[in-house]
């Protein structure tokens, strides 16, 4: 069973007016169980239209979206929660933060559930698990349970927001340039999170980035997105030994045009 299936999705901003924009044109996208996808194009390819058309912030012009075979193209935000966690950019974004690192995670237990009261206080239990998930970080986050998230750096906001987003493993996992606020070294270890999160509940992963290095190493597919289409797929072997001159060369081949994006062109 695909854990995502997009089926001729069109997305149209100001449709019938001056101003129309067909943002994504016909798209088809499956995924199957564990797949870690990296999507990248350039400005205004699309991609943030896509992962706002799967997470269901954006209604959808015309096209199919299920997730773990459940058609959730006319779902709310809210109901799909069940089944989709996402991290933004923001590390603010993903946190209460005049609530503590326990009493975060203490939420992120209940997401999706119709538990939606949340009364002060932790579990026992759940503390010994909150720690030991901490711990699994590398990040000594551990001892700062009852330490407040605004008080945290934007790298370990990012890693809690990460273990909130993963702690009940969802259907999908949305990850929406999680990165790109952080400096390198912290964007770096942020990734590497990641993929030890993703690997170790085997979850479906879409994750759009603007380094390409990051797409590359990481996930076992990569999409390019162009003008709202898919330019570049590539997947498993064929996406291994691959280094960014090869993607531009794939990226120009199939789209006739040099990439566009001022983010990797200037990083
Ligand atoms: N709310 C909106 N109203 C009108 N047009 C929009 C809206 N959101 C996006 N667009 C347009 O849709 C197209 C795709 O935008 P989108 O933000 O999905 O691209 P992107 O690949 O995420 O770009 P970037 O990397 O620059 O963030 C662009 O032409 C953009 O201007």
């Known amino acids: ?46 991609k943030s239209t896509l992962l706002n058309s799967v997470a269901g912030s954006l209604p959808v012009t015309h096209g199919q979206v299920k997730i773990a075979n459940k058609d959730v ?3 709310s935000v809210a109901k799909r929660a069940k089944l989709i966690s996402r991290v933004f950019q923001d590390p603010l974004s993903g946190t209460a933060p005049m609530l503590t690192v326990e009493e975060n995670l203490s939420l992120a237990m209940q997401r999706g559930t119709w538990r939606n009261f949340w009364s002060a206080g932790v579990r026992h239990s759940d503390r010994k698990l909150f720690q030991e998930k901490l711990a699994s970080l590398n990040l000594g986050l551990e001892t700062r349970l009852s330490t407040s998230i605004g008080l945290l750096s934007g790298g370990q906001r990012q890693a809690i927001t990460l273990l909130m ?12 340039e999680h990165t790109a606020a952080l400096d ?4 770096a270890t942020v990734m590497g999170l990641t993929e030890q999160l993703v690997a170790a509940q085997h979850i479906t992963t879409l994750m759009i980035t603007h380094d390409m290095q990051d797409a590359l190493r990481y996930g076992n597919r990569l999409i390019m997105l162009d003008h709202g289409q898919i330019a570049v797929d590539i997947k498993g072997d064929q996406k291994k030994g691959l280094t960014v001159p090869d993607l531009l060369r794939m990226f120009k081949e199939q789209s006739g045009k040099e990439l566009n994006d001022d983010a990797v062109l200037l990083s």
Do not use: R, W
């Not at 016909?26 to 169980?33: K, M, Q, R, V």
């Open 1 to 46: 069973m695909p854990a995502l299936e997009v089926k001729d999705l069109h997305q149209y901003f100001a449709q019938g007016t001056v101003n129309e924009n067909h943002a994504l044109k016909g798209i088809n996208l499956t995924l199957e169980e564990g797949d870690f996808v990296a999507i990248i194009g350039g400005n205004g390819a699309g």
């Open 73 to 75: 193209t006319y779902q």
């Open 165 to 176: 987003a993963t702690l009940k493993a969802p259907e999908l996992l949305l990850l929406d």
């Open 184 to 187: 390198p070294a912290t964007s």
